[in-house]
């Protein structure tokens, strides 16, 4: 299968009161063209500054990409300039995001929102951009889709604004969609409907999805291989089918235990007692000792490095070299 995206030891730092903190440290991993990869973690696993930086879209804050390379075609997103990325984004890689109130504009119209991108990046009049985005309202099951280019953000329900924000980051056909917890801040029916609409879309138009979640019903409604993130590190990746029927890693194994149903709101996992380690609590030998029921003495020492097993189960434990722990 030929790859679309391909990170290589990504590494991205926060200065924060002076001290830096490795919220991506070390990431690699690849995206194949049509299908939907997962990265999964808590809140404070790093994968949303994955996401951010595959973007381009750590300017604003206080990150910034200090090693790796991120590749995409020929171009290098890690060492791209803003004008490079001005190309691509809303373009060839498109975002959206848990709130679409964060990426509409409040005061424009939604038509004009969804016709700048069109005429900015395929060079078309504004009669043909309208169609266009009218077409695309229609594709993403917005009803009165001529009368809604017509209206502000605000007139729209949350759920029909998710699905303005998946027209508009569509609108380009681009070759990969980065969805950071799509359908978190909608309700079960609502959320179901969206990632239907988000295969479908993926079925049609072979985008690449990038799915960003804490979520493993959503995951296992959307994707075909998950990474699974802790502390800013892979701990394990695996096509979903492996991932479900025999999780490997400590962590992952916790993460399925605790699995909310589609739709329920958690982002504490709680069958796994104890929290993601800060900078100040980081261990330094693997991250999730202090909360792993396996632990051992060397656990404490030495982090291990993620690599394939005799099954080719990719993980990164100690366990690995112990036989089996299932
Ligand atoms: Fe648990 Fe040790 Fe494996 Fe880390 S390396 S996940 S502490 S068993
Ligand atoms: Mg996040």
């Not at 508009?168 to 070759?175: G, K, L, S, V």
């Not at 999730?288 to 003495?297: H, K, L, Q």
Request: proline share 5%; with cysteine; glycine share 8%.
């Amino acid at each position: 299968a030929e790859k679309v995206l391909d990170v290589v030891d990504l590494e991205t730092h926060f200065i924060s009161d002076g001290k830096v903190v490795k919220a991506v440290d070390g990431v690699s991993f690849h995206l194949y063209k049509g299908e939907t990869l997962g990265i999964v973690g808590e809140s404070g696993s790093g994968k949303s500054v994955t996401s951010l930086s595959v973007m381009q879209l750590l300017r604003n804050t206080p990150g910034k990409i200090v090693g790796g390379t991120i590749q995409f075609g020929t171009l290098d997103i890690a060492h791209a300039s803003d004008k490079q990325m001005r190309k691509i984004r809303g373009n060839q890689i498109s975002m959206i995001f848990q709130e679409p109130m964060t990426s509409l504009n409040p005061v424009y119209k939604i038509g004009r929102q969804l016709t700048e991108g069109i005429i900015l990046h395929k060079n078309v009049s504004k009669k043909e951009a309208t169609q266009r985005a009218q077409q695309m309202l229609e594709k993403v099951g917005i009803p009165r889709a001529k009368q809604i280019l017509n209206e502000y953000p605000h007139q729209l329900s949350g759920g029909m604004r998710q699905r303005v924000m998946i027209a508009m980051a569509m609108a380009c056909d681009p070759e990969i969609l980065i969805a950071d917890e799509p359908t978190t801040a909608l309700d079960v029916t609502i959320q179901a409907q969206i990632l239907e609409l988000m295969n479908e879309l993926r079925e049609t138009s072979q985008t690449s999805i990038l799915m960003i979640t804490h979520d493993l019903g959503v995951v296992a409604e959307m994707c075909d291989r998950v990474v699974v993130m802790y502390a800013g590190q892979i701990v394990e990746e695996a096509p979903i089918e492996a991932l479900f029927a025999r999780p490997k890693h400590p962590y992952t194994q916790g993460l399925l235990a605790s699995i909310p149903k589609l739709g329920e709101e958690v982002e504490e996992l709680t069958s796994i007692s104890g929290t993601v380690p800060t900078p100040e609590t980081m261990p330094s030998g693997c991250r999730f000792e202090p909360r792993c029921p396996y632990a051992m003495a060397r656990c404490k020492e030495q982090n291990p490095v993620l690599k394939a097993d005799e099954d080719g189960r990719v993980y990164r434990c100690w366990l690995q070299e112990e036989g089996s722990h299932e």
